[in-house]
């Protein structure tokens, strides 16, 4: 029976590119793709996707588990990855662990229980360690989606959050602020320390010395507003501008300034990381760090499905996702 390494090996191809070609992604010259679907039709191989199911107790099922449903980032990553895997045949199994690790552990079982084929997963911290270390256990293969945990060795889609910090740090900069205020998630989460690391880096770079009580450790979720909103006013020297570590504080901020009388971005500016859905209505419209969300969720499932398949090879693969800086209304010259 031809194999999909007997294609690869006349067509003088990795096991990886003949699977890309046969599911249709990836990035393949239209050289190699003809090449290789003519060795196909020479060999007349067409894959038995029935068998390959009863030979391996396939269920068709991917799970994906994120922290937050509410935040139009992961809602649009949901999509991406929905819509990847039906170009696969598979269907997606959506969970959300509320950035709460025991919510994580409970949807963990039942990700294990129904045996799904593979698993995209947003862990909820470093302490999804022991989540990973179970998918590991019972060979089920898993991607990494937007945040990385240390200690064990994956598959992942993330952004490039350290340098996305930066670029709205610099922006902020550019436009004459040096009191700038940084509300972050916790930093058991990989992302909030990047995004820290690239708002520390920017100042430095900069030549503004870094005040910590200006640096609050909130959280991506859930977290009291206005008492980091007027742990910020209460200083002698306020800051004249705050950046977010996501949307989601961003919106949270705003409604607090509004409420103490301030506004944005006339009394103070604000940006963050991520953008908001057109649906949110927010005046002023957020400077932003925007994230292609889209596409972790179909990258992420090109990743499982190659490791599935077998032609992922040994190493494992890191895709980082460079952010965009789009530029509105919320952050204007200090006054």
Known sequence: ??????????????PMTVSRVLNNTGRISEATRARVKKIMEEYNYVPNSMARSLVKQETKIFSLLITDITNPFYTT???????????????????NSDEELDKESDY???????????????PSGDRSLEHLQMLRKHNIPFVLLDREVPGIEFDAVVGDSKEGAK?????????????????????????ARLRQEGYVEALILNG????????????????????????????????????????????????TLRKRGLLVPDDMSV?????????????????VAAQPAYDFG???IGLLMERIQGVAGKEW???????????????????
């Open 167 to 191: 670029n709205l740090v610099h922006h902020l900069i550019g436009l004459g602020h040096r009191n700038i205020a940084f509300i972050n998630g916790s930093l058991e989460v990989s992302t």
């Open 1 to 14: 029976m031809v194999t999909i390494y007997d294609i690869a090996k006349k067509a003088n191809v990795s």
């Open 271 to 287: 940006v963050c990381f991520d953008d908001l859905d057109p649906d949110m209505v927010v005046d002023p419209f957020l400077t």
């Open 108 to 122: 963990l079982e039942a990700i294990l229980s129904t045996k799904v084929d593979g698993v995209l997963f947003a």
């Open 208 to 255: 503004i010395s870094v005040n910590n009580e200006w640096i609050m450790e909130a959280g991506y979720k859930q977290f009291d507003a206005d008492a980091c909103v007027d742990r910020l006013l209460a200083n002698e020297e306020r800051p004249t501008a705050i950046f977010a570590a996501n949307n989601l504080i961003a919106v949270r901020v705003i409604r």
């Open 298 to 300: 179909s990258i992420g």
């Open 317 to 335: 693969r890191k895709v980082i996702l460079p952010s965009k800086l789009i530029i509105r209304d919320s952050a204007q010259p200090p006054k």
């Open 77 to 95: 990553l949901a999509r991406g990855a929905e819509d990847a895997a039906k170009r696969y045949g598979y269907k997606v199994m959506f969970s």
